[in-house]
Each structure stands twice: as C-alpha cells, then as structure tokens.
C-alpha cells in the first residue's frame, strides 16, 4: 500500500489504488457507515424544515469509538459543564452524524465508480473534485479516530511498541491500516495546501 494523493490540475486530487486498497477502504468505510447508524429521514409529508429543529441525543455515546468521533463539547468537568455538553449535543450530534455518514457515503461512492469505470482490475487511479477531497478528508479522519481508539492509541510518540508487533498479533492488521490511512490523509492534506 503506497499509493499517495497528487494534485488535478484545476482542483481537486487523484490516488492510485489497486484492487485490495479499494476493497480495504470500501470496507472500512461502510463499517463506519454502520458504527455512525442510520440516518433520521424526514417521514413522506412531514415538514423538512421541522426535521431541521429535531432534538438529538444529550447522552455521550457509551460507546469509547463513538464518543471519540462525538466527544463532549465542555469535557468531563463539573455539573454545569455536564450540563452545557448535554446542551451543546441535543442540538448539534444529529447534524454531525449527518456530514460524517455524508463523508463515509462519499468515498463508497467513489470507490464504487472507480471500480465500474475501471478495466476489471477492481481498482486504477481515482479522481477527486475539490469538494470529495473534503468529503474524503473527513472520512479518512475518522476511520483513524475510530481505529485509533479501538487500538487504544493515546499519544503517537507513546505506542512504538503498538508499531512493532509481530505479524501472528491479531491488532497488526488494523495498525497496519491506522499507519497507511495516516500516510493517505497526510498526502490529501499536502495536495489540498499545495
């Protein structure tokens, strides 16, 4: 796994991928597609502009992935802090939910026109407007946060034992995974700069 984002002239980037880095991206973008949940779609007749002002949840989530990609607004402070990221999130948890499932959605999406569009290979150089790049930045963000968490790494410089694990060590895939989602994010970030 080396592909890394280069610019397109007039906007946007382009990656190689072969057919393993598509299957491994799609994959992991629908798990997070099915970590985040389904969305709330306004019924058929009901006002949309009504589902604007639709209360989320004012709970964080128990979950340490979901809370990691959901954090509180104000920390784990005092009750009036308590009380303020209740507040913060009762009105803002479904709109983030929204643009992240977007951001998942976004590079299926694309993986999938990659693949279609392709020679039977399963994978070939994907291209990306200015507005995927976004999309595709949010989600490599949270694939490493959500992957991140459930390797329970806390501090990059502190987890060099995490980095050389033997390969019969069932956590060596997902680093292997975190390290490469991070080389992949690092480029878009330096293309889209650029």
């Known amino acids: 796994m080396s592909g890394h ?7 946007g980037a382009t990656v190689p991928l072969d057919a393993v880095e598509v299957s491994i991206l ?5 798990q997070m597609l099915e970590l985040i949940g389904p969305g709330d779609e306004p019924a058929q007749g ?14 964080k989530p128990s979950d340490p ?3 990691r990609l959901f954090p509180d607004a104000y920390g784990d402070g005092d009750e009036q802090l308590r009380a303020a990221s209740s507040e913060f999130r009762r009105f803002t948890e479904n709109d983030l939910r929204t643009r992240k ?5 976004a590079v299926v999406r694309s993986l999938d ?9 399963g994978g ?3 291209e990306l407007s200015p507005e995927e790049c976004r999309r595709w930045l949010g989600a490599l ?19 060099e034992d995490l980095y050389r694990l033997p390969d019969s060590d069932p956590r060596k895939p997902m680093v292997m995974a975190y390290l490469w989602l991070g080389a992949l994010q690092e480029t878009l970030v330096e293309t889209l700069m650029s």
């Open 65 to 67: 992935a979901l809370a």
């Open 124 to 126: 070939g150089r994907l």
């Open 46 to 59: 009901e006002d949309p502009l009504a589902a604007l002002f639709q209360e989320g949840p004012s709970e």
């Open 141 to 159: 963000n949270d694939l490493r946060l959500t992957i991140g968490t459930r390797l329970e790494v806390a501090d990059e410089d502190e987890n």
């Open 26 to 30: 799609r994959s992991l973008a629908v």
């Open 101 to 105: 499932r977007e951001d998942a959605l």
């Open 113 to 121: 026109a990659l693949v279609s569009a392709g020679d039977g290979s």
């Open 5 to 11: 984002f280069e610019a397109l002239p007039g906007g």
